[in-house]
T-cell receptor, first 109, second 113 residues
Framework: QQKVQQSPESLIVPEGGMASLNCTSS?????YFWWYRQHSGKSPKMLM?????GEKEEGRFTVHLNKASLHTSLHIRDSQPSDSALYLC?????????FGTGTRLQVLP | EAAVTQSPRNKVTVTGGNVTLSCRQT?????MYWYRQDTGHGLRLIHY???????QIGDVPDGYKATRTTQEDFFLLLELASPSQTSLYFC????????????FGSGTRLTVL
């Protein structure tokens, strides 16, 4: 059973700070990695995806992927209170999408 | 954005009760998924399907049945509900390949007394 480990479990950063979240899969067959964001009381929504080694940037958000180590990280610069949410890492192969337990980010004004 | 509708939003039942959770997507997506979300466990995959009549077993299937009656409709059945099944249930759909984004419904909160 593929497992997705996320760290830290929770993270507090000041407004304007940098938040760094980590995710590692135990399944060497995974092909795809995503980051989903879930605000309190809402459903998860895809934030970013990364499928090949390297880095991808969208606005204040940057994801890195190292397929050899099955590790991805999400970095949020200039964090805003609206970024406070549960961040879920997801991986897939053969259409079975598995999620980690999440990192709860709190951005303090 | 893809539309996925779940019903009911909230459900309370008693131990041993029979519960059906419904999910409909209107985006012609091939894949549909049922997850449960519990604090400390993230989202755990119960069952999924790649088309009408198809069912694939997820990671936590015990105590759950599912049925995909049409391209649009996917149901989760709890025939003898237990308190351990108290949870927030999400349905999701995707176009099809492993590289596709999941679109989630609003969730059903189930309480088993």
């Amino acid at each position: 059973q593929q497992k997705v480990q996320q760290s830290p479990e929770s993270l507090i950063v000041p407004e304007g700070g940098m938040a760094s979240l980590n995710c590692t899969s135990s399944d060497r067959n995974v092909d795809y990695f995503w980051w989903y964001r879930q605000h309190s009381g809402k459903s998860p929504k895809m934030l970013m995806s990364i499928f090949s080694n390297g880095e991808k940037e969208e606005g204040r958000f940057t994801v890195h992927l190292n397929k050899a180590s099955l590790h991805t990280s999400l970095h949020i610069r200039d964090s805003q209170p609206s970024d406070s949410a549960l961040y879920l890492c997801a991986t897939s192969n053969t259409n079975k999408v598995v999620f980690g337990t999440g990192t709860r980010l709190q951005v303090l004004p | 954005e893809a539309a996925v509708t779940q019903s009911p939003r909230n459900k309370v039942t008693v131990t041993g009760g029979n519960v059906t959770l419904s999910c409909r997507q209107t985006n012609s997506h091939n894949y549909m998924y049922w997850y449960r979300q519990d604090t400390g466990h993230g989202l755990r995959l119960i069952h999924y399907s790649y088309g009408a009549g198809n069912l694939q077993i997820g990671d936590v299937p015990d105590g759950y049945k599912a049925t995909r009656t049409t391209q649009e409709d996917f149901f989760l059945l709890l025939e003898l509900a237990s308190p351990s099944q108290t949870s927030l249930y999400f349905c999701a759909s995707s176009v099809g390949s492993s590289a596709e984004t999941l679109y989630f419904g609003s969730g059903t909160r189930l309480t088993v007394l």
